[in-house]
């Protein structure tokens, strides 16, 4: 006999934002930082992070509850402390930090997506763009600090899947890589450190290319990736046996996409790989809820940008020559896409 219908699901879901503010709040202050590997009261982490009394209890045993705190005892005595995982991940001091894409999802993308409806509704983008008619990158790229910021929030999330491909993917067959979009230089980082054969070169605009040599300087990796800058929308990418995108076609309508996937197939040798990055949706687009989601992301913040499912990777790398495509998935939500000239 089946059951009947249950609604927890709906409101669970209709309530949801309750639990990310807490956690998108608990980032923005800090809290996890302060916390470090010390245990504290109640008390004490709330005149820590200048909270008032009245929400500290309700507050910190919400992040109990939800699986981003522990706490050794009851009450005014109880201590507070991190996950391993908050520990890990969401500790500034720890070098996997990725609390850098929950603060811009607090800051930014919380409010803005309380326009989704209008977003359908028009097909038009719902952040800064609607209000200044300026886009974000428009300020970004005007500050360094504030560019730097926001590429160390994006490296932090894109981290655990670049080392994915790192490990997946044989780069010891080729000599040269070029990642395109290379934002810190993270993905050649990693795969630099992986396969101490292969030369990387990151590729970015101007404005990137002093932050992507800082960070490949720390890394102690400059003798092996280099750095390169332009448009490349305006002229051909750097030549070499692999082009990487990590997370860059989704930022961009199908005009701009099939004129990105044909600029990696006139960089690359025959025997050559394009490979993205990206959270590829499910063909039967059924499963990978947050690929979907994230396509929303990008009416969100572009309009017209959007997430593709692996067969359309595949027929639109297919359309512009090449020989053959696979998808191998990465963990999580994300996959790459290789395809091979």
Known sequence: MSSPPDPSLILDT?????????LLTAVELGLFTVLGDRAMTAEQLGEALHLHPRGTYDFFDALVSLGFLERDGDGEAGRYRN???????????????????????SARLFRFWGDLRQGLETGEPQNEIRHSKKSIFDELYADEAKLEQFISAM???SRPNFRALAEAYDFS?????CDVG???GLLSILVAERHPRIRCTSFDLPAVEPIARR???????????ATASGDFFAEPLPKADVVTMGMILHDWDLAKKMHLIRAAYDALPKGGAFIVVENLIDDARRENTHGLLMSLNMLIEFGDAFDFT????????????FARVEIRPLGGPCSAGIAYK
């Open 182 to 184: 290379g934002a810190s």
């Open 215 to 225: 960070s490949i300087e720390r890394a102690g990796l400059a003798d092996r990736v």
């Open 155 to 157: 490296s932090g999330v």
């Open 310 to 321: 692996g067969a359309d990777f595949r027929g639109w790398c297919e359309e512009v020559g």
């Open 173 to 177: 067959q080729h000599d040269t890589l």
């Open 14 to 22: 209709g309530f949801a934002f309750w639990r990310s503010k807490v």
């Open 83 to 105: 996950t391993d995982e908050t520990g890990q991940f969401l500790d500034k001091n720890s070098a996997e930090y990725v609390g850098g894409i929950l603060e811009m999802l």
